[in-house]
């Protein structure tokens, strides 16, 4: 993990960072400690995964950096810019201009077809379509035969990446993709991930991703492994097989013996670096 930035590590700078980061539902003896002060950096121009056992804070760590929800305390910046500060009208400027999302749902707009779907932002937002990133876009995706297709006439694989389109199509600073495979079969899952990964390597975006499958982190150039809402570890060029063994080592210390509550930091050796496997 890196600094904050500062003179010396410019080159190095988060596109999204998070500190001491907290979310607390409810109050009293009912409140639950969803996210338990979170330090973690994800770099510029990679493709990160978040992963834990259910109820672990992925997805709230995933809104709390998006700006999608509030924090019961600590600091989250996209850049330069800490989004928890930010009013309700900033933070929806924000997320129109610097952030896009993917979601299990396509969310697409029925009645319009799949070129109005993508362009829809940057219209909404009365900025004008750069077509020739457009047509990187669909190239890179493999849209071209689809654009006048609506969604009722497109595979579910197909509305995904029109969606993923329509998250770059305002070049965003980060995607954020949330259990993006999770309507899909296998088949389609993988051509989603791999096109994620694509936009990556060839485009130059930066995606934060929610899963809860090994074989769909295995996509990614790193995996954060979170646990009662601390991170608690990270994989390196992960494979299917490292990061079950790591999820595996999270659900072992669940349940602490004689009390002990020992910080995983490293769950059965699963930072560092591994071949990458399946999702190569």
Known sequence: MTDAPGAGSRPAEAAVRARGLAKTYGKGAAAVRALDAVDVDFQAGRFTAIMGPSGSGKSTLMHLLAGLDSATGGQAFVGTTEITGLGDKELTLLRRDRVGFVFQQFNLLPMFTAEQNITLPVELAGGQVDREW?????????????????????????????????????KPDVVFADEPTGNLDSRAGAQVLSFLRRSVRELGRTIIMVTHDPAAAAYADRVVLLADGRIAGEITDP???????????????????????????DPAGATGTATRGAGA
């Open 239 to 265: 494979t299917p097989e490292a990061v079950l063994a790591g999820l595996d080592a999270l659900r072992s210390l669940e349940a602490p013996v004689d009390g002990d509550q020992t910080d995983a930091a």
């Open 134 to 170: 457009f047509a990187t876009l669909v190239r890179t995706l493999g849209l071209e035969q689809r654009l006048a297709h609506r969604p009722s006439e497109l595979s579910g694989g197909q509305q995904q990446r029109v969606a993923i389109a329509r998250a770059l199509i305002a």
